[in-house]
């Protein structure tokens, strides 16, 4: 058993007592010592009892672990009680009763080994030292044990799922008593009565929660269960998670830093997963049901959600959620990513700003919606502009702008709204330019009609995983749209309506870069001919998470519509092309 006292300079210390063998410090609630902060990872260290001593161990994470001023890189150890532990903005300091035993046992061998020698010296004539007074040592634990002496399996918690599916079950009792209508109150008020229910279930009926249950992080988990996402609310909160993948109620994975990982919280059955998707889609006027398994939706901050429920999902209900930086992205962040270089942005920004047809392009989870969104922002504040997708994503900052979302079909099967609707609908809108989120099908052959015919500057974006397969994909989705028409016609207008294709790659390592700035240059012999202009060379990939390192470089080949701009008087630098010297 070990007490940990916590201080910081925004409160005062608390006292956080352990009665195992370890606990764990950092910010996940999974930890017993839970530390908030950028710098502080979920797990960032462990405090753990070795042979009846106090022993930490850092996890590696991005805030050193110091000990008296000195950071530690694994485990360290054993810790006296006048040993100060730093981690972030924290000071912790470990007491151990174990250890105390062990020095008053110490003490009290030594001053019997002492008590002899002391004797010996005054038969030799010397006036013996004064008797100490007693010390009463520590009362020396009934069992050598380690196990015993620091918990008993009394004391082993029961796992908070098991009390949360409780409470929760009560709240519903509750409610369902007070005949308390939930749909006729706001989000807000609904949120502070379920809490002071939860409060009061919790006063009468759970008195008797393990001392090691948190009472409030139980209270936020019923809550949040009850009235909001459950566990995925603390996952929509951290910033640092890009990606969240429910594959079962209790098996959910996250993408941080490009890197997919196991999380450690879970849904409490298939319900509780339900539940949460129809929070999701019910506001949007969706439905997700036997007859509609499937549904495409988005949360109040933009994040992009698919879910699928069974009998088309096996393994229960499944959500995916693709989460946007809630700061507005511009082309300098692209720099500070290392997606792209200046030239290359400079370049971007000069074809967006002149009206050309551009093509974004990658795999999936590369990138292409964010970088879509970055070069829109680049289209002057004159041109009016719209917008088309599936589910809304774009965050476009241009006063004269019109939005527009496509519809499933209603219960009957009616009132069903396609992409390829509202792109021939905009044609009538009088836009400048058209945005469309992603062109998956039949809609392709209306964008590129539009970018034929008067709406030069239109962005869309493609799955593809190269420019040359792109230009393969948008064949097969223009003949999609059921025209019949020879591929003669339809490369004609693929190499007229196209200007650049911006292609973006994930590497392994989880970095997302600008493989490609390709330009269409025409048609030759029924093929479309396209020339490079930058491109991002792989040099090598290192460590063992296969971290890509390269450079951007520019191939020599200036595009052929930089003259029609210079004649114009846009003023360009040429350098942005000069190829580098090998």
Known sequence: MFSVVVETGKSGPRTIRCLHKECGIGRSDENLVI??????????ATIRVIDEAIYI?????RAAVRVNGSAIKSQHGPLEAADVVEIGDYTLRISSELGKA??????????????????????????????PRPVAAPPAPASTSTSTDLATTDDVPPDIVVWRERVHASLLKQMDLRRIDVHSLSDEELRVKTSELIDAVLDKEYKDLPKVINRKMLAKQVLDEAIGLGPLENLIEDNSVTEIMVNAHDQIYIERAGRIEKSPVYFTNDRAVLSAIERIVTPLGRRIDESSPM????????????????????????????????????????????SLDDSMLAFLEIAVRERK??????????GKTTLLNILS??????????????????????????????????????????IRDLVKNALRMRPDRIVVGECRGGETLDMLQAMNTG?????TTAHANSPRDAISRVEVMVLMAGMDLPMAVVREQIASAVDLIVHQRRYPCGSRKVSHITEVTGIESGTIQLQDIF????????????????????????????????????????DIFRKPEE
Do not use: C, Y
């Open 35 to 44: 530390l908030q902060g950028w710098s502080i990872a979920r797990h960032h």
């Open 57 to 61: 161990e850092s996890s590696g994470s």
């Open 102 to 131: 062990r020095r008053g046992a110490a003490e009290q061998k030594h001053r019997e080994a002492a008590a002899p020698a002391a004797a010996n010296d005054s038969v030799a004539g010397e006036a013996p030292a004064p008797a």
């Open 295 to 338: 549904v495409d939706a988005r949360l109040k901050d933009g994040s992009r959600v698919n879910a699928i429920i069974p009998p088309i999902a096996l393994r229960g209900p499944s959500i995916s959620i693709r989460k946007f930086a809630k700061r507005k992205l511009e082309g300098r962040d692209l720099i500070a990513f290392g």
């Open 357 to 366: 047809n551009i093509v974004v392009t990658g795999g999936t989870g590369s």
């Open 377 to 418: 922002n680049f289209i002057p504040d004159r041109d009016r502009i719209v917008t088309i997708e599936d589910a809304a994503e774009l965050k476009l900052v241009q006063p004269n702008l019109v939005a527009l979302e496509a519809r499933p079909p209603n219960l009957e099967g009616k009132g069903q709204v396609t």
């Open 455 to 459: 709406h030069e500057g239109s962005l």
């Open 535 to 574: 491109n991002f060379k792989v040099t090598t990939f290192t460590g063992h998470d296969g971290k890509v390192e390269g450079r951007f470089v520019a191939t020599g080949s200036i595009p052929e519509f930089m003259e029609e701009l210079a004649d114009r008087g846009v003023p360009i630098d040429l």
